[in-house]
């Protein structure tokens, strides 16, 4: 339990920062953001798989670049189902993705939030 609410932590803080630094995102209020960033996760563990399976035949012939659009669409999908989380387009949506990916990455390989997961 105390990794899951660490996971949610860092994806919630690399959420707040992709408001903070890609023009078209927008959170209304902490709550959201924090509702959000699971939201977020549970799409990211249910819906992506699938997307990345359906979506694989373009994946490779575009050499891995379309699992950016399957990212971004997912973060899209986050937003649509959050209440006053919004995202302007699938350029935002993309980069956000990007932007939360890199920064839960980082902040887990230096809390050593990664480490536990092996």
Known sequence: MPRFLIHWATVALS?????????GIRVS??????????????????????????????TVVTLGFFYLVVNGLSFGLAAW?????????LGPAMLGALVVSVLSWFIGFFTGARDEER
């Open 29 to 58: 209020s902490f709550t959201v953001l924090v509702i959000g960033a699971l939201i977020l996760g549970l799409v990211n563990a249910c819906v992506r798989p699938v997307l990345v399976f359906l979506t694989l035949p373009i």
């Open 15 to 23: 959420l707040w920062v992709a408001t903070e630094i890609v023009p």
């Open 81 to 89: 189902l959050v209440p006053g989380f919004s995202v302007s387009g």
